[in-house]
């Protein structure tokens, strides 16, 4: 028989995993495989449970089931230990905004037929400094957000937990005084909010970067100027409806590397990685191409 290992997060999303794991271990065993658990037992130990205990000739498999944060500990586990086996991903998380952007289905039946109908694919990973990401990589405003939501308002609430921490946030925010240096350009700039996406969308949002690809070996960076703070809601609803583009306090940039200084880092600003705590500026963020494959639809 092949072998399966389901890793799993039991506190994240609405923490539906907990009545599923029997079901999973019945469809894997029809589908041929031997299945082995790992429950999450804190933050960080599904990456450190990878470095320790995975091998890649003992497996044929890896399913990780949670939101963005769960699967970002399996991409790094899996760099660091330099393992490539391929992922299923179960979208269990609150936003699951990765697998929006790999069309992973919501629906947990057909997220496991991808094992028998899907296709094994390489996607982009990011890297910055040394943390890896898959979805995006973000700082300034509403970037420390999912660091303080705490699990059981995400369990009651699900995305709208992020929403109003977000508004909370609006009341003071500041802006970073950046150089952002692209392969081809050098900027520097006040900037309340930079996002870099290897996939489409954050904090549920959907349309912030619908263009981009996580095939194409780039990111689409969105940077936010700073504007007063009356202008902000108008701004960040064009963002949300994708209508961002022509704006002229936004910057938009499509590249598979960026480096990033920031000139007034005694504020504290946060940067984030796929919804958990990011290195310290200055940033170096590169996308990373044919390192990791993923079990998405054909
Ligand atoms: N057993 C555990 N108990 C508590 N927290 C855990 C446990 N295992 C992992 N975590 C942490 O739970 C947090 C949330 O996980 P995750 O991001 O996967 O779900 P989510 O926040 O509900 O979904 P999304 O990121 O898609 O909005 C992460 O910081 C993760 O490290």
């Known amino acids: 028989m092949k ?3 389901l890793m799993y997060n039991p506190k994240a ?3 539906q995993i907990i009545n599923l794991v029997d079901h999973i271990a019945e469809r894997l065993q029809e589908l041929g495989y031997e299945l082995r658990l ?13 470095v320790d205990h995975l091998e890649e000739k003992e497996l044929d498999l890896i399913i990780v089931s949670g939101g963005d944060g769960t699967i970002n500990e399996v991409v790094n586990g899996m760099m660091q230990k330099e393992i490539d086996i391929p992922i299923l991903v179960l979208p269990l998380g609150t936003a699951n905004d990765f697998a929006y952007s790999a069309h992973i289905p919501n629906d947990i039946e057909e997220a496991l037929n991808l094992i028998e109908c899907g296709e094994i694919k390489y996607v982009d990973i990011g890297k910055v400094n040394n943390q890896y990401f898959i979805n995006v990589c973000n700082m300034g405003l509403f970037s420390g957000i999912s660091h303080i939501v705490d699990l059981e308002l995400k369990k009651k609430f699900g995305k709208l937990a992020y929403y109003v921490k977000g508004f909370e946030e609006l009341q003071n925010y ?3 005084d950046l150089e952002i240096e692209l392969p081809d350009i050098k900027i520097r700039g ?35 100027k700073k504007v007063e703070i009356h202008d902000i809601p108008m701004l960040f609803l064009k963002v949300l409806q994708g209508e961002h583009l022509t704006d002229p306090n936004i910057d938009y940039w499509v590249t598979n590397r960026v480096n990033i200084r920031c ?12 919804g958990e705590e990011g290195p310290k500026f200055p940033l170096s963020i590169e996308a990373k191409q044919n390192l990791l494959r993923f079990y998405l639809k054909k």
């Open 13 to 15: 999303g609405n923490r």
């Open 38 to 50: 790992y429950r999450s037992q804190s933050k960080g130990s599904i990456r450190k449970y990878i």
């Open 174 to 176: 500041q802006a970073m």
């Open 263 to 274: 000139y007034n880092e005694e504020k504290n600003f946060v940067t984030d990685v796929d």
């Open 190 to 224: 006040d900037y309340i909010l930079i996002l870099v996406f290897n996939g489409k969308a954050a904090g549920g949002f959907t349309r912030l970067a619908k263009n981009a690809s996580i095939e194409d070996g780039e990111f689409d960076i969105i940077g936010i």
């Open 3 to 5: 072998k399966a290992i």
